[in-house]
């Protein structure tokens, strides 16, 4: 599923095209995904503007014109892919074979299209709004949209409760003990924790853990000291999902299965995994003779080296 970092590059992607445009015409070409689609879904959005489109955890937000919210989650392999007036810059040459797994559009899997235009733009005669077609493509179906109203967005049962964002002012090593204090959980399920941090995952919970070179066994409890105030290591911990999360932002998220860009390429962060999928690989810290080892934790694979992770 993508994480953080996979949805602020889609959110970033999309954002030129969408934010200001109208949805001069809605495709849904199905009655649900995970859930079945709002009711009047296509007539709610047709003629209103997309005024923003941000991220929150996981979901992409679009504050629709006229009072609504459209909440929209990739599930595990939903993407979206923009089809400009402009066509978009090819893929570097060489690098399509060199991804985590490969990745597959059918169009029988193209649930919901948006067709896009700004009041203001003209084709190349000066003649009508040209527009910009963005499809949502799902072929496991679980991913989903959702329209709120803007009144009873932050009370909504998917909102609600969300922790806080990782790479805001309110995350740091205060906070980070604060929530931990007295906890027995092991480090990992404490940090994918969605009412405590939003938006973390597997990937990057383990690429984050290895930086701050903590256990994902460790109790969580031990990032406060007796007075419930941030011990080090819930101030490395803070600066290593930080970093951890800029850095793949910076790369364009990381290709695992399904994931691409808006424009189709695909994320490259996958080639600085440290730990994440390297079973059995040497530990690539300096000084460090350990391996990586994987374990399973609620489910979830996790990946660790059992030498310098403490």
């Known amino acids: 599923m993508p994480e953080l970092p996979e949805?602020?590059?889609v959110c970033r992607g999309l954002a030129p095209v969408m934010v200001g445009a109208r949805f001069v015409r809605v495709e849904q070409r199905r009655a649900d995904l995970r859930f079945p689609f709002p009711e009047r879904f296509v007539e709610r959005l047709e003629g209103r503007r997309l005024v923003t489109l941000t991220r929150r955890?996981?979901?992409l937000v679009g504050e629709v014109e006229g009072g609504e919210r459209l909440l929209m989650h990739l599930g595990?392999?939903?993407r979206f892919t923009v089809a400009p007036d402009?066509?978009?810059?090819?893929?570097?040459?060489?690098?399509l074979g060199d991804f985590h797994h490969e990745t597959g559009l059918g169009a029988t899997h193209d649930h919901v299209v948006f067709h896009m235009a700004r009041d203001a733009t003209r084709d190349a005669r000066g003649q009508g709004a040209t527009t910009t077609t963005i499809t949502y493509n799902d072929p496991r179906r679980f991913g989903f949209m959702v329209l709120i109203a803007e009144a009873e967005f932050t009370m909504h049962k998917m909102i609600a409760g969300l922790g806080v964002e990782p790479l805001s002012n309110a995350f740091d090593a205060v906070f980070l003990a604060k929530a931990a204090a007295g906890r027995t959980s092991d480090l990992k399920a404490f940090l994918l924790d969605q009412r405590v941090?939003?938006?973390?995952?597997?990937?990057?919970?383990?690429?984050?853990?290895f930086r701050a070179g903590l256990s994902p066994h460790r109790l969580s409890g031990s990032l406060a000291d007796r007075r419930g105030r941030p011990?080090?290591?819930a101030e490395r911990l803070v600066i290593a999902i930080r970093d951890v999360l800029t850095d793949a932002i910076a790369a364009g998220g990381s290709t695992l299965r399904d994931y691409a860009h808006t424009d189709g390429s695909l994320g490259y962060f996958q080639h600085a995994f440290k730990v994440y999928d390297r079973e059995g690989a040497p530990c690539p810290r300096t000084g460090c003779c350990g391996t990586i080892r994987r374990s399973v934790q609620a489910g979830r694979s996790t990946y660790a080296c059992g030498g310098c992770q403490r």
């Not at 941090?197 to 853990?209: F, P, T």
């Open 86 to 95: 402009v066509p978009a810059p090819a893929v570097a040459a060489g690098k």
């Open 7 to 9: 949805v602020e590059t």
């Open 57 to 59: 955890a996981k979901y």
């Open 76 to 78: 595990m392999s939903g």
């Open 231 to 233: 011990t080090l290591r």
């Open 197 to 209: 941090i939003a938006g973390l995952g597997n990937i990057y919970v383990s690429e984050a853990l």
